[in-house]
């Protein structure tokens, strides 16, 4: 049985593993309370990084404030869906595990019916009473007053400060005026170069569909999570009628196979995208390519 009360994670980013037993010893800066980020992605050679995924050891990833629902505990671990993360494995929400200790309860933490700040940097740095936090690009936050230089937020860790050039600030998440396709890859450009991370959810690290989907909820469109996901909804185009912004799906055995990618069209034959572990978010030219051979279908969410 769901357990009703939301909880909110409390750390910069939450890793969602397979298992309450999925992670590694090598992998405990990504389970601490706070996490390390840094530490956790320096120590992962491109072996263990691919474990992550060939071992389906990593579903998806939070960020701070995120709100989730707990369905079952095993020990330290919290089983959990996330609302806001749209998934055919469960309808309530994506589904994984996350260490308890990642996630705070609403009698502690409820954000407040106020505007939001959004992070627009890649990295923002918050500044809390005893320290200063790294969090990612995509965080939301309540804001509780503003001033030239500084917005105030409340976090699930106290109220707290980002610099005013960080992010940005909107009066309801739900977001009435949103983004062009044009605006959708302007927001992934920022990320060009950076490393793959399955399971990717910030700006540590993207995989395929986290790209997509972080690119479109920073422009205001919540769209699902998983590419095969991804593909069933939005708007249909017809591959010969693509616009900049749209979602490109590939899928094997020439594209009649299941869909195994995503990126984000360009234009003018061109694709922004995050491919797979050991490369980083690159535009890449379709013509010549397996995506060329691969490519299936192609969605609108904007």
Not at 251 to 275: D, F, N, T
Request: proline share 4%; hydrophobic share 35%.
């Amino acid at each position: 049985m769901m357990d009703k009360k939301a909880y909110y994670v409390c750390v910069a980013v939450a890793t969602v593993w397979t298992s309450y037993d999925s992670s590694r010893e090598i992998d405990d800066n990504a389970i601490s309370f706070p996490v390390k980020l840094d530490k956790w992605l320096e120590q992962l050679t491109y072996t263990r990084r691919l474990e992550l995924c060939e071992k389906n050891l990593v579903q998806t990833q939070l960020l701070l404030g995120e709100e989730v629902y707990v369905t079952e505990m095993k020990g330290k671990w919290a089983k959990i869906v996330i609302p806001s993360q749209f998934s055919s494995k469960d309808e309530r929400g994506y589904p994984g595990w996350v260490p308890f200790h990642q996630l705070i309860s609403q009698a502690e933490y409820f954000p407040l019916n106020k505007p939001t700040a959004v992070v627009s940097a890649t990295i923002a740095t918050l500044h809390l009473a005893e320290e200063a936090l790294q969090i990612s690009y995509q965080t939301q936050l309540p804001l509780l007053k503003e001033d030239k230089e500084w917005l105030q937020v409340q976090t699930p860790v106290g109220s707290g400060r980002i610099k005013r050039q960080d992010a940005v600030v909107i009066e309801d998440r739900n977001r009435k005026v949103k983004g062009t396709g044009d605006m959708i890859i302007a927001a992934g450009e920022q990320f060009l170069n950076l490393p793959y991370l399955w399971g990717g959810m910030s700006a540590w690290g993207y995989d395929c569909s986290g790209f997509a989907y972080a690119t479109h909820k920073a422009n205001g469109y919540l769209i699902p999570r998983d590419a095969t996901d991804q593909a069933r909804q939005g708007k249909e185009v017809g591959l010969a009628s693509i616009q900049p912004g749209d979602l490109l799906f590939f899928a094997h055995e020439k594209g009649e196979g299941a869909i195994h990618h995503v990126g984000i069209y360009y234009g003018k034959g061109k694709m922004l995208h995050s491919p797979k572990t050991g490369k980083t978010v690159e535009l890449i030219e379709l013509k010549g390519t397996l995506y060329e051979e691969e490519l299936c279908a192609a969605r609108r969410y904007y």
